[in-house]
């Protein structure tokens, strides 16, 4: 595996780690923190000591929603100016299965919105997590959805993505626009996520280090593209 170096502003995250605990509120995570004698798993306050060390940096930044429901976006700018260019990723949306509600549609494209609008020209990539739900309004060219998508999620993500070619256009700053399928972990199997093609490959292929046969005259019709 990897050697990590976890690094955080707050010494209370930091000691919740060393001592084996979780400092979020998310539960699947209980049980994953790895040991303080691990060598491969650094944490730290310190930027100085670990970032020369490293050769890929991820930074995770908060974007909170003001009383006038816009993205607070001062930590996006704090990184900004400090560490330069960078590749920002945007994956964060709201999603209530397939349906039409416009607070999705206002959410997801007012947030996309809201991001770019704060980002400096200094960006050296700015990666857009869509979605496959773009394609549920028709078929596809190689420049994207030809129709409007027939539920909010979707039609949220086409228009985000439009703003995302929009600003890499105008700030001539290369973009990736990811449209995945279905998004799971190799924890989440499919008595927890539901049954589902996507969990259950990930299930026995990396979980439970299956070895899988794929038929090669019928892969495209049994594997998500």
Request: aromatic share 10%.
């Amino acid at each position: 595996g990897f050697t990590v170096f976890g690094i955080d502003s707050s010494e209370s995250v930091i000691a919740s780690l060393l001592n084996g605990r979780n400092p979020t509120n998310e539960p699947t995570l209980e049980d994953k923190i790895p040991s303080s004698t691990d060598e491969r798993w650094n944490i730290t306050h310190s930027f100085t000591d670990s970032i020369p060390k490293c050769d890929v940096v991820i930074v995770s930044v908060p974007t909170p929603v003001t009383e006038e429901r816009r993205i607070d976006a001062k930590f996006v700018r704090d990184v900004l100016s400090k560490y330069g260019k960078i590749t920002v990723i945007h994956c964060a949306a709201n999603w209530n299965g397939f349906n039409v509600d416009r607070r999705i549609l206002e959410n997801n494209t007012s947030t996309t919105l809201n991001i770019l609008n704060n980002l400096s020209h200094d960006v050296s990539r700015f990666v857009y997590i869509s979605s496959a739900g773009v394609y549920s309004g028709g078929y596809s060219t190689e420049n994207g959805p030809q129709f409007p998508a027939t539920h909010s999620y979707g039609f949220s993500k086409q228009i985000s993505e439009k703003l995302v070619r929009e600003y890499a256009s105008y700030y001539d700053c290369p973009f990736t626009i990811w449209r995945p399928f279905y998004m799971v972990s190799p924890y989440e199997d499919s008595k927890s996520a539901g049954s589902h093609l996507c969990t259950d490959v990930s299930t026995r292929l990396i979980k439970e280090r299956e070895t899988i046969h794929l038929d090669p005259e019928n892969w495209k019709k049994r594997i998500p593209l």
